[in-house]
């Protein structure tokens, strides 16, 4: 018997109504419990209980073991006791929302409290020190852990690839920087069912279950300091966070959300998206495109560094003529840039086009080996980050020095470092900037006389700078965290979950390709097959699951890393375009002269097929994804009220009619899917 798809419409389904409730999550919504008169919970002996949507949280004072009762009689176990110990707790006030107590030995004063419909436990250290808590996934019922990897990973606690070490591509074992491996400062669990067969339900509001999964989300928004490790336990996934208090690091401070959950994979990642929103923190494309309305020319376009004859005028042109209606073109900072006839072709065309530059490296003038790296006067060696010994942390592939954020903010009242590179690097009429480094998660202690600052001044500083580009450029970066949603329009990397094996890879010069010829470097245009447990790692669709887009879709444009071309990796050129169709996503390409006469109806084909896609729902939210068969290779999105229904098929059999290979599109006022099948474009 053939298996039947639900039908695609324009009508909203009432479970994406609810997940776009807690999307929106207002207090109506998310704090009732916080109005309400027992919000402050009830404390008996050492067992703390406050009220959180869907149920009650029970924190024991003792351990910090939390567990929680939901609404229809379950129980969860959301962390077990803190690791090591916490010596003999102080006694326990109670507060207006939930209570404080402390733990001497530790030097350690708790508040817990319900905050729209959250447990939030705040720990604040009066000395240096560690703690190894929550200690998660150890409920039995535990069944899929969500990690936002890149774009987003949901992974069955049992799956035995993943329990191995992380030298055959797995997490057992493994310890990850939640302020710098992660794109969104959070993880979760689902709870009950294998892991694999929770096809039906769509996410709901926190503490909601439509369809009877229950899970847990965790958000540490104190994400500088601490880290989540991985444990395989009898054959199963658990996670322990570590939080470092360090008073020089400016990390005193440690605060975990717990919310109740409907156990959708990307529910965790809608709590994240409410919370940004009621703390202010979620940017708006809509805004960013009112404010500059350059940044519009997005919407529809796919990414493409360019080389050779693709950066000249007669390049666009051929671009142009094919189809291509929308592009972000972009260009290093070589000899050989693009020039303003060029430039002037691609806006023409309706295209964003915008140089590569970095603030974060610096050589000697005389010797360096990229004009990104060479600055003005004593830039180098006076701005170089300083470690605790006085020695400079070493720049971009050993060469040079990583430079100050606080430096340069320093100095750029009276000495305009910046702004006299980024005008420079745009004279030729650029309207778009791609500035390396400044959004990822890689930040600095700096202890150079002068320019001292914590890890969080440095992302305070790079804040700053960003947001003055964003001004007048279409600004990007690389791998863009959450924190940094406000300011950029676009960014490259958060939407590849990479696998560690990727950078000893990329070092491979004869099999990745090295940085010659200089019209079309290999690194960019040598095809590559992944190892088999790399290619899991990044690209099997039954893990995937649009974390990243369901927090910030509609707030930035989310692509794959740069050096990841789509031509790059041919074994997953199907999944790739799948993905981006799926997630609302753009391609990314590398192009010259020979690769727009190769591939370039191949890439028309498929931008004309996503053009109208983005054009519709790139600014909405994703309010709805879901497993349509339990082997997960059938994945459905909705985008904002209904306005765009994609479904894809990653199999190799027909599903529904739904081919394998293919997605179907359906707009809002549509009377039929779009089909695309992109094994059978050319290229």
């Given amino acids: 018997m053939k298996p039947h798809l639900p039908k695609t419409t324009g009508r909203r389904p009432r479970a994406t109504r609810v997940l776009a409730a807690s999307l929106a999550l207002t207090a109506t919504t998310f704090g009732v419990a916080g109005c309400d008169s027992a919000a402050a919970g009830t404390l008996e002996g050492s067992r703390l209980m406050l009220p959180v949507a869907g149920g009650t949280a029970v924190v024991d004072t003792a351990s910090l073991a939390v567990n929680a009762h939901t609404d229809d009689g379950r129980q969860l176990v959301l962390s077990a006791p803190a690791g090591g110990g916490l010596g003999k707790p102080g006694p326990v006030t109670r507060t207006a929302d939930g209570a404080r107590w402390s733990y001497p030995a530790k030097g350690l004063k708790v508040t817990a409290s319900s ?48 329990n191995a070490g992380s030298e055959k591509g797995g997490l057992g074992g493994s310890t990850l920087d939640m302020g710098e491996a992660l794109a969104l400062p959070l993880w979760g669990y689902s709870m009950g069912g294998s892991g694999g067969s929770r096809g039906s339900g769509e996410p709901g509001r926190p503490g909601a279950s439509a369809s009877g999964g229950l899970g847990v989300s965790y958000l540490t928004p104190t994400d500088l300091g601490t880290s989540l490790r991985f444990t395989s336990t009898g054959g199963r996934l658990r996670t322990t966070a570590a939080h470092a208090f360090d008073a020089g690091e400016g990390t005193r401070d440690y605060d975990v959300s717990f919310s109740l959950t409907d156990g959708n994979p990307v529910a965790p990642a809608a709590d994240y998206r409410s919370y940004l929103s009621q703390h202010g923190q979620l940017g708006s494309l809509r805004k960013k495109i009112e404010q500059n309305p350059a940044n519009g020319k997005l919407l529809g376009a796919f990414h493409a560094y360019v080389w050779g004859d693709a950066r000249t005028a007669a390049g666009v042109d051929k671009l142009k003529k094919l189809g291509v209606d929308r592009m972000w073109l972009g260009y290093d900072a070589g000899p050989d840039p693009m020039n303003a006839q060029a430039v002037r072709a691609a806006k023409k065309a309706g295209y964003l086009v915008g140089p590569y530059d970095t603030f974060a490296n610096g050589q000697d003038p005389k010797t360096a080996d990229s004009p990104t790296s060479a600055w003005p006067g004593r830039v180098f060696p006076d701005f170089c980050v300083r470690k605790a010994d006085g020695t400079p942390e070493t720049g971009f592939g050993n060469r040079g020095c990583y430079l100050s954020s606080r430096a340069f903010e320093n100095a750029e009242p009276t000495k305009h470092y910046l702004a006299d590179r980024t005008r420079s690097m745009v004279a030729n009429g650029a309207d778009s900037y791609f500035l390396d480094v ?128 789509y031509e790059k990796l041919p074994a997953q050129k199907t999944t790739r375009a799948l993905l981006a169709m799926l997630y609302n996503t753009p391609l990314n390409y590398a192009l010259d002269g020979p690769t727009i006469a190769k591939n370039g109806p191949g890439l028309a084909a498929l931008q004309k097929y996503f053009s109208p896609l983005h054009r519709a729902a790139g600014t909405e939210q994703l309010t709805s994804f879901r497993w349509l068969t339990g082997d997960r290779t059938v994945q459905r999105t909705v985008f904002g009220d209904g306005k765009l229904t994609v479904t894809a098929n990653f199999g190799t059999k027909a599903v529904g009619g739904l081919p394998g290979g293919c997605v179907d599109a359906e707009l809002a006022g549509d009377t039929q899917p779009r089909r695309l099948c992109p094994a059978q474009l050319n290229g």
């Fill in 115 to 162: 905050e729209r419909g959250r447990l939030r436990i705040r720990l604040r250290a009066d000395r240096d020190g560690s703690v190894d808590w929550p200690v998660t996934g150890t409920d039995r019922a535990a069944s899929a852990v969500q990690l936002p990897r890149g774009e987003g990973l949901d992974i069955p606690v049992r799956d035995a690839f993943w």
């Fill in 438 to 565: 400044d959004a990822t998660g890689e930040l600095f202690r700096d202890h150079g006389t002068g320019h001292e600052m914590t890890k969080a001044g440095d992302r305070a500083n790079r804040l700053a700078r960003m947001r003055r580009l964003s001004q007048h450029l279409v600004l990007g970066s690389e791998a863009a965290q959450s924190w940094a949603n406000k300011v950029l329009a676009y960014d490259h990397g958060s939407g590849t979950p990479v696998d560690d094996g990727l950078w000893k890879l990329e070092r491979d010069r004869k099999t990745w390709g090295g940085y010659y010829p200089e019209k079309a470097p290999g690194a960019f245009f040598k095809p590559v097959r992944l190892p088999r447990r790399m290619a899991t790692a990044m690209y099997d669709p039954r893990y995937r699951a649009p974390l990243y887009e369901t927090a910030l879709h509609g707030s930035l444009v989310n692509v794959e890393r740069w050096e990841l071309s």
